[in-house]
């Protein structure tokens, strides 16, 4: 008698299901490298799905040709008077963070009817994405999101017969903008090519003039060393800042430049600074996943400033994912009683991640399958790959704008610390990526009590030190109202947001005397009632300069009155390994 019960079997692997799995992600890794790692087929059925939602929407089609007619009629009419220069007020403004079309030589017929019509197709595109019934927000963002990078793509400025900048420096130079431009993009796809930086970042030396605050590397394991920096003061505060940057980006964006140089201004307010600086991976780490970054970086940094600095709290200061991390470390050690920190500060960082902005759009089930078999066969996720990622956010500025002027214009922009930084990429290793997209984007693991450290969830409601957190407001990685919501996670006495001008770096990287930068601020007490991001935003009063000096008066609050002798460079068994910025930070 046949005893086989396909009921109960029809789950289990069948034979040579292991071989079938990596021919299933051989082949998506080799379609990685063809579509920049955007997977076809999430792509697919998110357009399917606006297709068909839209096909079932006849009102909604009648709304788009009505619209589609206004448009035409009025520009037809404003076309008239154009080349007349009857009327010299446009149809339609670009907008505010739109450069492309607010030359001069734009305003000339027929180049500003070419531009003012493709901004009126760009607002019926943004109009046929969106508000169609049974679909969801998710799916309309990507639809626009997608729509926006293909509008973007055929824009008028990135044709040089069309955008008329490129056409008067033809004329005026006789074509040789165009040879200029043909040798920048041979040294582009050469340097490319040899994994050689961009051109430019040869002036930027570690140790010479970025990342030249003077300190020793006092520990070592093998994902971070540790920098203790040399004290300016002749007293310092008792309680230490230990300072835990992302993994994603090299530590030095702390300590750019001397003017420029969160680290040095702290130190030159009496504080002792660590800096934690991460080993670029390479594919023999391929399993080191999130807890051992928990472990190897903030857990173990943290065991090394109390054994140098016993009995004293720490500030711990987390940058974008740093800090997220840091967060699961400080909820880690608040359910085990453990009250070393001081105080908690979170810059850029996001500890709930349902509204996490347009870097999410794509972090799907399918996206997440697809980089994951890329990222299993190379062992790690190329920094290459991520920088792709923030520069489609923005790729008007940061792909086509650069395009024009690099390779029509023939001009090269000079390049500057920032940016020469921005290049300095990092890999991020198999495992702890496709933990950190699945349990923090997909799942939400972390804000909904379900994050595991050691064999028990913890909560971010436990941590009890006081926060300080910062966002930025044109933060396109960690979108401010995402990170406002600490304000619904934690039960600590008290929680000080402050908003600043500028964007995911250059809004953290404000120091005293720069231009244009503003802030909002407030200190919220547990019995103060919710305010949403939104009338916060509005009510809270808007102050000029840099928020480095309302941080500093509040690590001064809360630290001894009392100030001290400064520690010594390390102590036993810490002693100085090599000066800084150390070695990790030089690896490629």
């Known amino acids: 008698m046949n005893n086989y019960n396909h009921a109960d079997s029809r789950h289990a692997p069948h034979i040579g299901h292991n071989a079938t799995r990596m021919l299933d992600r051989t082949i998506k890794a080799n379609m990685a490298s063809l579509t920049g790692g955007i997977t076809p087929a999430g792509v697919s059925t998110v357009i399917y799905e606006w297709l068909a939602h839209l096909a ?6 009648l709304e788009l040709a009505e619209e589609m007619a206004y448009k035409f009629e009025y520009l037809l009419h404003h076309s008239h008077q154009l080349p007349l220069g009857v009327d010299s007020k446009p149809c339609i403004e670009p907008g505010r963070n739109d450069s492309r079309f607010k030359g001069e030589a734009w305003c000339r017929w027929p180049y500003n009817l070419i531009y003012q019509s493709f901004l009126l197709q760009q607002e019926w595109w943004e109009s046929a994405t969106t508000n169609i019934d049974g679909l969801s927000n998710t799916t309309e963002n990507v639809v626009s999101f997608i729509g926006r990078q293909m509008l973007d793509h055929w824009s008028p400025s990135n044709f040089p017969w069309l955008n008329p900048e490129v056409i008067d420096v033809t004329l005026e130079q006789g074509g040789m903008n165009f040879l200029r431009g043909w040798e920048n993009f041979c040294e582009d796809w050469e340097r490319r090519m040899s994994g050689s930086p961009p051109v430019g970042t040869e002036q930027f030396k570690l140790g010479e003039n970025i990342a030249t605050t003077p300190g020793k590397v006092i520990y070592r394991n093998h994902l971070i060393e540790l920098i203790q920096y040399t004290p300016t003061t002749e007293k310092v505060y008792a309680e230490p800042v230990l300072i835990m940057p992302a993994w994603i980006m090299k530590y030095y964006i702390l300590d ?12 030159d307010q009496g504080h002792t600074v660590f800096m934690i600086s991460w080993r670029n991976v390479t594919s023999e780490d391929r399993e080191l996943g999130m807890g051992s970054y928990r472990r190897l970086g903030p857990e173990a940094a943290l065991e090394v400033v109390s054994s140098i600095l016993p009995d004293r709290k720490i500030h711990a200061v987390g940058y974008c994912l740093g800090g997220t991390l840091l967060s699961i470390q400080a909820a880690a050690m608040a359910r085990d009683n453990d009250n070393r920190l001081a105080s908690l500060t979170l810059l850029a960082a996001q500890v709930d991640f349902t509204e996490a902005g347009e870097l999410s759009l794509f972090i799907t089930e399918s996206e997440v399958d697809y980089l994951e078999s890329m ?6 996720l190329d920094g290459q790959q991520m920088a792709g990622a923030f520069q489609l956010l923005r790729s008007n500025d940061l792909i086509w704008s650069r395009m024009v002027r690099d390779y029509m214009l023939g001009k090269r922009q000079k390049m500057n610390a920032l940016m020469a930084w921005n290049t300095d990429v990092t890999h991020m290793p198999y495992l702890m990526h496709a933990q950190y997209l699945r349990r923090l984007y997909l799942n939400n693991d972390l804000a909904t009590g379900r994050y595991i450290v050691g064999d028990r969830p913890i909560a971010i409601t436990d941590i009890n030190a006081p926060i300080f957190s910062v966002a930025t407001s044109s933060d396109h990685v960690a979108p401010w109202r995402s990170v406002y919501k600490i304000h619904l996670l934690t039960d600590t006495d008290e929680v000080t947001f402050l908003l600043t001008s500028g964007g995911h770096n250059a809004g953290i990287v404000s120091e005293p005397g720069h231009p244009r930068r503003t ?37 001064e609050e809360r630290s001894s009155k009392e100030q001290i002798d400064p520690p010594a460079m390390g102590g036993e068994p810490y002693s100085p390994l090599t000066d800084a910025p150390g070695t990790y930070v030089l690896q490629q």
């Open 56 to 61: 079932m929407s006849p009102g909604k089609q």
């Open 256 to 267: 750019l430049t001397p003017k420029k140089s969160l680290v040095r201004y702290l130190l």
């Open 375 to 380: 990222m299993q066969e190379r062992g790690y």
């Open 519 to 555: 802030y909002q601020v407030e200190t919220r007490l547990e019995k103060q009632s919710y305010i949403d991001p939104d009338t916060w935003h509005k009510t809270m009063p808007t102050h000029k300069g840099s928020w480095w000096l309302v941080w500093q008066a509040w690590l």
